[in-house]
């Protein structure tokens, strides 16, 4: 395979056009490689419109996807980041290529100590992971500029919002399947929010996150 060639045709058919024509961007797909970060035995798929499985329901997203959120939070080199669920480590280095620090947890040890292999491996130093339960946030180096979950949440948790910086932003996949909305949520200070509808998707769930009251009868 020429990798090179694959992820060029990565991001003109499918990157490009999913809406995804940030320049700084594009180029950091192009800088990071994402063949690195995926499982051996699907190193042939990591080109492909996919998600990619890592074990224990957790999954890679597709690569238009990744590349379109990370368009959507606008980054800046200042930012400090909180990742919920780290999985392969990729994200965490496309957001680390444009921010100023990510903090990236994971619940599963095992994905965690493979990020991180990864990730020193390609001299990304401004990442920090740790491993726990983030269902409800990580408040433990709260507030920061932009929060990102990597998971979808049937119902947005106000615990994930409060932990914003006036003037942060938190995106998030929202709903239950078949139906989910990518939501960018701003704090706009003094009380006042703003939320925007993205697109709609469909990806694995968080674990541990609050679930909607269901009706018994």
């Given at each position: 395979?020429?990798?090179?060639?694959?992820?060029?045709?990565?991001?003109?058919?499918?990157?490009?056009?999913?809406?995804?024509?940030?320049?700084?961007?594009?180029?950091?797909?192009?800088?990071?490689?994402?063949?690195?970060?995926?499982?051996?035995?699907?190193?042939?798929?990591?080109?492909?419109?996919?998600?990619?499985?890592?074990?224990?329901?957790?999954?890679?997203?597709?690569?238009?996807?990744?590349?379109?959120?990370?368009?959507?939070?606008?980054?800046?080199?200042?930012?400090?980041?909180?990742?919920?669920?780290?999985?392969?480590?990729?994200?965490?280095?496309?957001?680390?290529?444009?921010?100023?620090?990510?903090?990236?947890?994971?619940?599963?040890?095992?994905?965690?100590?493979?990020?991180?292999?990864?990730?020193?491996?390609?001299?990304?130093?401004?990442?920090?992971?740790?491993?726990?339960?983030?269902?409800?946030?990580w408040q433990r180096h709260a507030p920061y500029d932009v929060i990102v979950l990597t998971g979808s949440v049937p119902l947005l948790p106000p615990d994930f919002a409060?932990?914003?910086?006036?003037?942060?932003?938190?995106?998030?996949?929202?709903?239950?399947?078949?139906?989910?909305?990518?939501?960018?949520?701003?704090?706009?200070?003094?009380?006042?929010?703003?939320?925007?509808?993205?697109?709609?998707?469909?990806?694995?769930?968080?674990?541990?996150?609050?679930?909607?009251?269901?009706?018994?009868?």
């Amino acid at each position: 395979m020429n990798l090179e060639q694959a992820r060029y045709n990565m991001i003109e058919s499918q990157i490009r056009t999913w809406e995804v024509l940030d320049q700084t961007v594009l180029d950091t797909l192009f800088a990071v490689k994402r063949e690195d970060y995926v499982p051996e035995k699907y190193r042939p798929l990591a080109f492909v419109d996919m998600e990619i499985p890592l074990g224990h329901g957790e999954m890679m997203l597709a690569p238009k996807l990744e590349a379109r959120m990370l368009q959507e939070l606008t980054l800046k080199n200042t930012d400090r980041v909180l990742e919920i669920g780290t999985g392969s480590g990729y994200m965490a280095a496309l957001l680390a290529a444009l921010a100023g620090h990510v903090f990236s947890v994971e619940l599963h040890g095992h994905l965690s100590e493979a990020a991180a292999a990864k990730l020193a491996g390609h001299g990304v130093n401004n990442v920090t992971l740790e491993v726990g339960d983030a269902g409800h946030g990580w408040q433990r180096h709260a507030p920061y500029d932009v929060i990102v979950l990597t998971g979808s949440v049937p119902l947005l948790p106000p615990d994930f919002a409060a932990q914003l910086k006036p003037g942060g932003r938190l995106l998030a996949v929202v709903g239950e399947p078949p139906v989910m909305t990518a939501r960018l949520v701003s704090w706009m200070g003094d009380g006042a929010w703003n939320e925007v509808g993205l697109f709609e998707t469909c990806i694995a769930p968080l674990h541990n996150v609050p679930q909607p009251e269901r009706f018994v009868f």
